[in-house]
Structure formats: structure tokens, C-alpha cells
């Protein structure tokens, strides 16, 4: 059972448009991750939220957690063709013994 | 930055064997290491949180007893698929936290992943 669900699925956009990809749970987490995986590879830590309403910024990358740290949203400005990958974000448990993965957005932003 | 190894990468078996995948902490300790599964284009199942010293807890849906997860030393925890099926195939990661100043705060480190493939 995933607890965390990401939208969309997938996303296939030209080079240079902007995106917005949602995390969505009803469970409460300490604090939620983002990741990049690149086919058969393992996923690459982008960024850490912990504090409700955080804002993160890394480059063109934008990364929210909600008031509520139930959900988290990941914004890329003007995409690029290496943004391409799978996008994963993952809640970490209040005990910090658990980290669970959202369902996954595969991008692929087209030259 | 934290490093973790998997070994092997690859791995082709005949239906009915057993195949053991080691995930190491190359430069810190690791209490805890998770052991995941991945279909293609899909997101991390996780199958398994493995304690150093103690038992691994499975998540529902996982057997344990095909399943076995050891977590001998704090470097180190191996993930065994007994008696092999096709239907097992499949992208096996592991990953390990780090220590922070809290329980929560540490951060994951991903090994490279296991491929396994099942005749």
C-alpha cells in the first residue's frame, strides 16, 4: 500500500515549459524528501522538508511542504532535457525508522 | 558525501536457486538499512526495514521466509531471495540513514540497485 500518491504519473513536456509535480498523503510524516532516479540507478536525495509551509529552492527547482506536512509539491522553471527522470518523493515516519515512497512522476522533457 | 554499495548489480539464476544481494555502508554505521522492490517505470516498494542485530520487519504482503534479510554488523545487510522464481524478478535497492541529530533528521543513501533475473 503506498501512502503517498504522486501526479501526474507521467509528464512529457517540451524544453523550456514550466511543471509542478504533487505529493499527496493523509498521513502525517516528520518530514518528506525528494528524489531523482535515472534508469537503473538508485534514487539521488534532492531535497529535505521538515517544517510545515517550508519553501526550498535549488536552482530551478522549487519544493513546498505543506502547512499540515501531508503533502508536498516540486516545481521545475523552464525544464530542461536533463530533468528528465523519475521523481520520487518519500515520507519519513515519526520515528524516522520509516521512509516511504510516493507512487512516482516520470518526466521527460523533450529537446 | 555517504556512500552505499550493492552487490551485485547483476544477476541471472535459474528458477529454484537462491541469490543473495549485499548492500554496504562504505563510510559511515548504519543501524538501519530498508530494502526495497521496483518494476519498470514504477515508484520504490518498500519490502523490509533491517535492524542491526535483530530481526527484520516486513512489510505487509512480503514473505519473510523468502524473503531472509540478515543484518550482521552495522555495515552491512544482506537481502537473500530463496528458492527463485521468474516471478521475482525485479530491480532490488537497498538504502541506508545515516545518524542525525535526531531519529528523524538522518538522511537515506541509496545503493546502486540489483537486477535480478530469473529463468
Same mark, same amino acid.
Given at each position: =500500500? ?11 513536456? $517540451?524544453?523550456?515549459?514550466?511543471? =509542478? ?11 518528506? $524528501?525528494?528524489?531523482? @532516479? ?25 519544493? $513546498? ?14 525544464? $530542461? ?16 525508522? @520509516? ?13 | ?12 539464476? #535459474?528458477? &529454484?536457486?537462491?541469490?543473495? /544481494?549485499?548492500? !554496504? ?8 538499512? %530498508?530494502?526495497? !522492490?521496483?518494476?519498470? #517505470? ?12 535483530? #530481526? ?10 523468502? %524473503?531472509? /534479510? ?20 525485479? %530491480?532490488? /535497492?537497498?538504502?541506508? !540513514?545515516?545518524?542525525? &541529530? &535526531?531519529?528523524?533528521? &538522518?538522511?537515506?543513501? %541509496? ?9
Amino acid at each position: =500500500t503506498q501512502l503517498l500518491e504522486q501526479s501526474p504519473q507521467f509528464l512529457s513536456i $517540451q524544453e523550456g515549459e514550466n511543471l =509542478t509535480v504533487y505529493c499527496n498523503s493523509s498521513s502525517v510524516f516528520s518530514s518528506l $524528501q525528494w528524489y531523482r @532516479q535515472e534508469p537503473g540507478e538508485g534514487p539521488v536525495l534532492l531535497v529535505t522538508v521538515v517544517t510545515g509551509g517550508e519553501v526550498k529552492k535549488l536552482k530551478r527547482l522549487t519544493f $513546498q511542504f505543506g502547512d499540515a506536512r501531508k503533502d508536498s509539491s516540486l516545481h521545475i522553471t523552464a525544464a $530542461q532535457p536533463g530533468d528528465t527522470g523519475l521523481y520520487l518523493c518519500a515520507g519519513v515516519s515519526r520515528t524516522g525508522n @520509516q521512509f516511504y515512497f510516493g507512487t512516482g512522476t516520470s518526466l521527460t522533457v523533450i529537446p | 558525501g555517504a556512500v552505499v554499495s550493492q552487490h551485485p548489480s547483476w544477476v541471472i539464476c #535459474k528458477s &529454484g536457486t537462491s541469490v543473495k /544481494i549485499e548492500c !554496504r555502508s562504505l563510510d559511515f554505521q548504519a543501524t538501519t538499512m %530498508f530494502w526495497y !522492490r521496483q518494476f519498470p #517505470k514504477q515508484s520504490l516498494m518498500l519490502m523490509a526495514t533491517s535492524n542491526e542485530g535483530s #530481526k527484520a520487519t516486513y512489510e505487509q504482503g512480503v514473505e519473510k521466509d523468502k %524473503f531472509l /534479510i540478515n543484518h550482521a554488523s552495522l555495515t552491512l545487510s544482506t537481502l537473500t531471495v530463496t528458492s527463485a522464481h521468474p516471478e521475482d524478478s525485479s %530491480f532490488y /535497492i537497498c538504502s541506508a !540513514r545515516t545518524s542525525g &541529530g &535526531g531519529s528523524n533528521t &538522518g538522511e537515506l543513501f %541509496f545503493g546502486e540497485g540489483s537486477r535480478l533475473t530469473v529463468l
